[in-house]
């Protein structure tokens, strides 16, 4: 029986699904602005679709590789029967985020150009609301899919009269029979989180492939286009620049989309994994803990959408007043949030340690975010110390900019850190390592929980750049330029906090789903045990056992009973401290992997825009009358090379991002996966923020020489500065986000492979 | 009582001291040139001489400074008494060897250059010969210092008759009275590894300040006077020029030197203890395990001389051949080495075990260098790579650089894991804990075994480089020039790979100090449970002693002598797992800490070099005559202004190399000192390697470039180019090398601090 409270959880996801089909509703409803307005925009949606049809032709044919794969594995009795299955809805619900998002942004930004040509606070509301589909959708979809599954199996398949049945149906080789409701949330709990895969596996193609495609456009659009043909930004007869709109959509809305739908998923599933498994828990309780992360999620899916509506600005806005009155909706919704849960907190639904370590995240979200604006505006000092090295030149613009990159590292690093000892110590008091992780899940929740109206301030950035594009290629008023430039700004103040965010709520996700790691590791050690004839699995001196204890034990043996081991027995029997070499050589495999992974990311963009450069050089050479303007450029063409090289430079990287961690696992164990996601981690959070923060001050130090300093645009500095600029794409849209999928994704391929590493390992 | 074949030992120093003496004698006696090359020798030696006279000053003020603290700290019982003039020793030591090694040098770059105009072999003589003096003072020093010190130690203060006044006589307040010969061993070793602190801080001046000082003086030289001014390098009208020559000695010998001093001393310390601290072992053979590090280090030394004298080549070697004459001299000794290992080992006076560990030393050593030449060497694909990218401007050329170097980590990283755990294994059988770290310091020990030539053949570069300098600027006839720029690109070549030998040992000597620090927490565990009025230090639910066992033990409580604690009494009590969120917080901040110190370095060139280009500005307009050649160029005042900025610059980065380790102690004590000093090594040793080869291959793509592909040089492809080495400049020889001295300086500190750690520590 699940609680009755539990029924706020899909109801909230239901909610959100509501209000983003009335969201998308009010902007349909929308006028669309003139004839070419609406060409325009059905080029880019064209484009961005078929993009997406061709992403999800590969992804499909991946996951049909990877589900015959866990289904072979299942049947060998290393993989849970239920994977395969969740496996794909997962990634359809990740996928459909994505459709949605994108459709409803490709919508948006015409009528958010025309919206503008009336009114400023028109036009915010028009691009917010389809940034809020976006939000929505991917909050309500993830929720939806968890509480779903948890009905099933808790109601449907874990119950005494169905269980044999069901599972001997499957025709599968292990049958939990017997074991107790508690023993029960757990088994439930630790199969779901090995559900986020289909998600991670999306999130890979989405997030890597979409940014590949986004930077080969933008270079192809404006290497050949602006600098070689000498037209300016977003002109029509650039073959490319329907393929750079599209990039926006495609990087910006789905990508962002996907990563943090993998997130959101991943943090709930793994809290709630560490929930059930809290030892000493009786039945409610138990329930309670398991629940607790999706209601903390459900309720912020509410506060979210009254966050949407709490935004709103005046005509006349400056871009101060712009920013504080998004900061209204997202800063209202969280600061609601607390209130709730400090008044469910009181009402003891939840501890007040969880509390704390909901705050923790919050706060370590905010922090984050902030800094990344300190170190990427131009109204401090790194940007315009880059701006300034722009006078002796391009070097030392590219030297100024990889050392602010690599000493902003700082603060996210000491902020993650303290928002994680904070929730570890809030909610275990420093003494119990099972509540503490557990908090930590919570710290990764709560920086999630009201992600329904952030991700609509992300999603709110490309729509507002794709609206001005439109004003830009329809030659809409002067003014219609100015207030979507507004909108825009206000759009790259979001995207920068949103990125900082997303990497610190991916290592938070990524540390959860670590400590969960082990639960996993645990449900099939004790498989192994029931399976094997002597009734136990012995690591190490350590036979682990799960009905019945060993007989026989020799000298220096121990044995632990699973359904009481507690974390260190497993760091005992693993030997999982830092001074066993194996997990040492996981550590250094761990930190090398983001470094190759960034390579292949960045040397992918390279090679596919150079694909654009010569498609574009080819119709410019071939297509009569281009420059006049009465040829006209087969968009279409762009987007299609862009894409099919964007989903041809996945393969390497998806490959080995996969099989590293499943190779690590059989030829190093467990202490070698755990060294390698402990080093991963690490590594991956600082190398992501360093490139976030290099490419985001390159970027801006661009557009601040642009706005007239240092001889403004055309000069040598300026020169100087878009080699920065230029360094600085594939670093922040490419490698730099690549670390967030990297990090969450090895993390969930060790845990759907846990029964692999437990039953096969060498080490 | 020492055994008897411990005298190799100090013999051995003594033979590395007396042929540095011979070989700088034969180096002395060759003609110097005409009194033009003496005259520009002399400003070179003069500015070298300056700029070390300065580091000095600055490094004396520091090191009293630290000779105050570590004497209070001793004073208060949480620090040994002999590491404050310990650190004296090894500091001095280690600068008199930079001090003999650039002396060296500067003498023998102008003779060099005139042997060159009679005979290729004659000018390899000199120089490879001028180098060795570096290597075997540096060798040389380094084992005297641990063998005095080992004598003095064992022989006159730890005896049982001594031990009571020696102590008291300083005024200490701890006294380990009554302890056995083989608990003596223990705490002589442990304390002796504290010794290495004064190289790793004098290392870390002379590297990184080094570092900052030669790339000042570089850009110095090239932007103003090369660009501005228009005269070719190595102009003496030029007034950085000769701060430039300087820089190649500061930065190449000196700096080099002391890196590798740090590594060297530093490995056999920290094996010794590790040696002494092994189980079971009876008295001999604890004396054995004690002296096998110093005693294959010393037959090393021998083996090295032996190969000095293997080096030499026809008139018309190739540069293919000229290569194959040196690698007969590093090859050569490593392979007698291996020889006479294989005979002890069957002698039984060190285990099969043991020499499987050197040899997986010696391999990985190779390895890393070979895969460095390939990354960095344009007769491969990643430096022509970089050239072609040069077709599409600047930024394509920084992208690809970058994506080389972050791919190029792959090698190192999976060499050096193979090399733990083949060394581990070997040593232990995975099985043995203590064997089996004992064996990775017996890595680090082995790859280090033959420095006396691989440091020759590494100080072969510089003066090389010099010597082709020296002839430029006395205008010595072209086939000259011709035969100094054979021998400047297989010091080039010896340059690259001894820069992936130097991290690589770093990095198994950083391992190795991690491992002793354990020892080293051990030891202090004993003192402050003999201080304390129970007879007990409790850590967590464990109570260590030393002298007599706790008479009450709470539940849950456990008692553990440490005369026979292992490593999983102490990661059980300090909960070393990697679980613990407070070792994850370390590290976190290990990872980041490598950034940080690196934009640090960076960004202290960019400033240095400011300063440089003002001066030489300054010069130009000031002093009349200058480009004509009649009025003399202040040379030394640029040398000064270089030295004085590098000091200046070194101030920050050195305190907090130093600050972070002991306030990680105090904050988050020995879990979180575990964690930082793992994070700092992993994420360092892919940092630098990645820093390394990317700057190594812009260099040469740039050279590639310049023999004529490409346009050649003054084309635009060219220019791009110079902009990829002008970033590689400061990555390649400061950033990336000044990771090999964090990851080492911060273990070494974290091992002198110990005793505070475990005193005062929070949690």
Redesign the interface.
């Given at each position: 029986m699940v609680s009755s409270l539990f029924w706020i959880v899909p109801i909230s996801a239901l909610f959100a699904l509501l209000f983003a089909w009335i969201f998308y509703k009010s902007m349909i409803v929308q006028e669309e602005g003139t004839d070419k307005m609406k060409e325009i925009a059905s080029y880019v949606r064209e484009g961005a679709m078929a993009y997406l049809k061709k992403q999800y032709t590969v992804v499909g044919k991946i996951f049909i590789i990877l589900v015959a794969l866990l289904a072979v594995l299942a049947y060998m009795g290393v993989q849970n029967p239920f994977v395969p299955v969740a496996f794909l809805t997962g990634g359809c619900f990740s996928g459909l985020c994505g459709y949605l998002g994108m459709r409803t942004a490709t919508f948006a930004s015409n009528r958010t150009a025309w919206a503008a040509s009336k009114s400023l606070n028109k036009a915010l509301q028009v691009a917010l609301r389809s940034g809020a589909v976006m939000g929505l959708v991917v909050v309500g979809f993830g929720l939806l899919d968890i509480s779903l599954w948890f009905l099933f199996l808790n109601g449907v398949i874990f119950t005494p009269e169905h269980m044999v049945t069901g599972l001997k149906f499957i025709g599968l080789t292990f049958v939990p029979i017997g074991i107790d409701e508690h023993q029960k949330l757990i088994e439930i709990t630790a199969t779901m989180i090995t559900f986020g895969m289909g998600a991670s596996t999306q999130a890979l193609f989405a997030r890597v492939g979409g940014g590949i495609f986004t930077k080969a456009a933008d270079v192809g659009a404006d290497?050949v286009g602006k600098i070689e043909a000498g037209i300016p930004e977003d002109d029509p007869r650039n073959p490319a620049t329907i393929a750079d709109n599209v990039g926006d959509n495609v990087g910006d809305v789905a990508g962002m989309g996907a990563d943090l739908y993998e997130s959101y998923a991943g943090s709930i599933l793994a809290t709630a994994a560490l929930g059930a498994a809290l030892p000493s828990l009786a039945g409610a309780d138990q329930m309670k803990a398991i629940v607790a992360p999706m209601l903390v999620s459900g309720i912020g899916i509410l506060l979210s959408i009254a966050g949407v509506y709490m935004v709103r600005t005046k005509e006349s806005a400056t871009p101060k007043a712009l920013l504080n009155g998004l900061l209204l909706g997202t800063g209202g919704s969280s600061f609601l949030l607390l209130i709730v849960l400090a008044v469910m907190a009181y009402a003891g639904w939840i501890t007040w340690g969880v509390f704390g370590a909901v705050v923790s995240g919050l706060v370590a979200g905010v922090i984050i975010g902030q800094s990344t604006e300190y170190f990427t505006s131009d109204g401090y000092k790194p940007v315009q110390g880059i701006a300034k090295?722009s006078q002796?030149?391009?070097?030392?613009v590219?030297?100024?900019g990889?050392?602010?990159?690599?000493?902003s590292?700082?603060v996210p690093?000491?902020v993650?850190?303290a928002g994680?000892?904070a929730a570890?110590g809030f909610a275990g008091g420093?003494h119990n390592?099972a509540f503490?992780?557990y908090g930590?899940g919570f710290a990764a929740v709560g920086m999630l929980s009201t992600l329904g109206i952030t991700l609509a301030t992300d999603t709110f950035g490309p729509i507002a750049d794709n609206a001005g594009g439109n004003a830009e290629m329809c030659n809409l008023p002067k003014e219609v330029r100015e207030k979507t430039d507004a909108l825009d700004g206000l759009g790259n103040t979001t995207a920068a906090t949103g990125k900082g965010f997303a990497i610190g709520s991916a290592a938070l996700t990524a540390?959860a789903l670590?400590?969960a790691y082990?639960e996993e590791v645990k449900m099939w050690l004790g498989r192994m045990a029931d399976k094997s004839p002597d009734g136990f699995k012995q690591i190490g001196e350590t036979l682990f056992y799960k009905s019945h204890a060993p007989s026989i034990l020799h000298e220096g043996q121990k044995a632990v009973d699973l359904g009481h081991a507690t974390?260190?027995d497993f760091?005992?029997a693993y030997d999982?401290?830092?001074?066993n070499?194996?997990?040492?050589?996981g550590?250094?495999?761990?930190?090398?992997m983001?470094?190759?992974f960034?390579?292949?990311a960045?040397?992918a963009?390279?090679r596919n825009a150079g694909r654009m450069v010569d498609e574009v050089r080819r119709q410019f050479r071939e297509i009569p009358g281009i420059m006049e303007g009465t040829g006209k450029p087969e968009y279409a063409k762009c987007v299609e090379i862009a894409t099919a090289g964007a989903q041809k430079e996945m393969v390497v990287p998806a490959l080995m991002a996969i099989i590293v961690p499943v190779l690590t696992g059989i030829v190093f164990g467990v202490p070698g996966v755990?060294?390698l996601l402990?080093?991963g981690m690490?590594?991956g959070?600082?190398?992501a923020s360093?490139l976030n923060n290099a490419g985001g001050a390159w970027d801006n130090a661009k557009k601040f020489i642009e706005r007239g300093n240092y001889g403004g645009k055309k000069s040598e500095c300026h020169k100087a500065s878009?080699?920065g600029d230029?360094?600085g794409d594939?670093s922040k849209d490419t490698a730099g986000p690549a670390m967030n999928i990297l990090i969450k994704l090895m993390s969930m391929v060790a845990v759907v492979m846990a029964g692999v590493t437990v039953a096969w390992s060498l080490?």
């Open positions: 290497l090295q002796t030149g391009p070097a030392t590219i030297i100024e990889i050392a602010i990159g690599m000493f590292t700082w690093v000491l993650i850190v994680i000892i570890y420093f390592f503490g992780v930590i540390l670590i400590a082990m974390i260190r760091v005992s999982l401290s830092m001074f070499p194996i997990l040492l050589a550590l250094f495999i761990g930190a090398m983001t470094f190759v960034c390579a292949m960045i040397k963009v390279g755990v060294g402990a080093g690490t590594t959070f600082a190398l360093m878009v080699v230029t360094v594939p080490f």
